[in-house]
């Protein structure tokens, strides 16, 4: 069974529309059922993560979306404010305003600045939680998408590079302790059966290796469609295309018969045109896989993420 | 425009023979690089002219396919063998680019620095490497600076352009209008001023308007990091006024009645709501919505109701289907507990995807403040990657397939239609 509950930080990335922020949100969910306290944290600003709870959107301070799952949307502006009220204890009601423009401007020109406001923040969550001084059991993070994470993830060594001295530069330490720490911290990529997910998955895989010493956890793929036959059933399947099967078909069962069958060819086809890319990804990825099956489902909410989440756990041997 | 046949009523078409731009956008993972391909294909095919389509992130197979893999910024000629080998006699010429971040950027400093010695000291500078290939924004706005460059050397009679993925899809639209404001703004100048005044390496002076930002700064980030920020932003302001100016142009472009948007769905929630979030502030924002393009669309098969009938008969009672099978004397079929296993697989595989089917009408049903021209691209089994493959998308976004409900045998459906213009 794979230990991945068992730690107190998981980042999960993915190529956009693969289901990223629907696992995110699973992986919340199981926890949740374990009896853990979770934070489950929102950096892309999209604000629909709540949705997967059916819970309007959340803001910086965490709310309980679900028993046991608080999420919160992570935004610069209310890091840094937090941040200078925390560590530099600067009287700053009055002068955010503009501190903050100012600093949103070095932030947007400036590597790393950006990203440490957000990394920062998750990694505080968990060192406050490892000291008790916060009961998060896990920190769960909806992490940027695969070509913009490593730079949220390495942010605080590339600030170490550039900043020589100063309060942050001495913070980026225990940021790093955190995130290369594989008994607290994974990396974990969603990705689909499909060409782009599999590949911006491979590279990232090994980016993350080369670039970063943040440990990786498990890639998930979603969205696997069923093989509708088995080996022994596939011959059968073919015979009832020939011509007096059809024929017999649709004397029984009349116009329709067409249509059903083309759908199940359809359903092969779809099926079988996946395969290639999941033998790519399990020939080029040593992670333990995880597989959740493509849902034939109306619009995706709680019942949705409920449905993830069984998969999921099934997956983990919960 | 050579060999523009235009079309009586709003269509794609009529879009590719009457734009000189035209941007393609959309959420994440909706195949909008393969729709933009194949918009530039169709245009090169059926309406002439040189087209050239200009792709941030192919899939290799697709970029090998189109011969761009690994060309960088330079736009290549797509051999029209390639095209006829997959059956297109084509009226014009296609083109096809994969834009290059870093190189535009190198490009761009190189154009617009004042001398040889601050170029090189800005390209040297890691923050540069950094501003350049790790920021998204960059990235928008080079993707659009490049759009502009193309367009103005007037070789190109279309530009199809993919847009970058980004977390909000808008941003790229801002792209310009940032890089301007980032570089006239006062903020630059105030934070390089005190370093100004002491001279580019020399010692800060610090206002009195200033100090308290410096102070808090400083305690931050450090002074030297500050330090070196000012410097770089001292080399980079040399190019101030050649970057506000083409800022400004590149807006222009996209504003231009030559330009038309073209935002790329599945009929999926989440991207959905993007895609029509984005042809609302579109509009709003005064840009020329041409055209929503529904991808990967069921078959309306689906939602035929004999079929759906056919299908509960499976799955409720096969049995007296597979009795009939069996007594046909194929071997294969002999097995009446194996055909009824099968007959039911067969009924429940296309109830699984008819409530796939279902949610997707509704969607589309729902979808309001759309543009006039709508074009659908059915689900085909796999990712398209070959030119025959674009070659079928763009019929369906031309409206040239005829309208079918059938799925053929290996899978690709046919389907296409127009929201009457």
Redesign the interface.
Known sequence: MLDLLDRRLLFVTG????GKSTVTAATALIAAEQGKKVLLVEV???G?LTNLFEHPPVGFDPREVHPGVFAMQLNTEASLREY?KLN?R?PMVG?IG??A???D??A??????KEILTVGKVCWEVRESVEGRADWDLVIVDA??T??VL?QLDAPR?IRE????????SQTEWMIEILSDPALTALNVVTAP????V?ETIELVARAREETTVPLGAVIVNRVLPE??TV??E????????P??AA??V????????????????????R??RVPHLDALRAAVDLPLLYLPYL?????GLRVTRMVADALGAELGL | MTGSASAPSASLESLLASREVLVFCGSGGVGKTSTAAAAALAAAVHVGGRVLVVTIDPARRLADALGIEGIGNIERRVPDEVLRAAGLAPRGELWAAMLDTKASWDDLVLRHAPDAETANQILDNRLYENLTSRFVQSHDYIAMERLYDLHSTGTYDLIVVDTPPTRNALDFLDAPQRMADFFGGRLLRWLTAPYRLGGRRGARLVNFASRPFYQVADRILGTQFLQDIAVFFLNFETMYAGFVTRARAVERLLHDRRTAFTVVTTLEGAPLREAEFFCAELTARDYHLGALVLNRVLPESFADVDVAAAATRLVEEPETVAARLSGLGIDALADSVAVTRVLRTVGQSFRNFAVVATREAEMRAQLSRVPDVVATVPSFADDVHDVAGLARIGECLLGMQLPSTRVRADGRAGEAEHRPG
Do not use: C, Q, W, Y
């Open positions: 190529k956009g529309g693969v892309d600003a999209k629909n200078l530099l600067i002068r503009p501190i423009n100012i600093f401007f070095v947007n020109a400036a590597p790393g600045v940027a998408a070509g913009h730079a590339t550039l900043v020589h001295t100063g309060p942050i530069r499909e060409e782009m997910p590949n509708p036959f022994e059933d011959p059968v399947f073919a015979a009832m295309s020939t007096r099967a017999a078909l004397d029984e069962l009349g116009e329709g018969a067409e249509g059903v069958f083309d759908a199940a060819r359809l359903a092969v086809a779809l079988r045109a034939f489902v109306r619009d995706h």
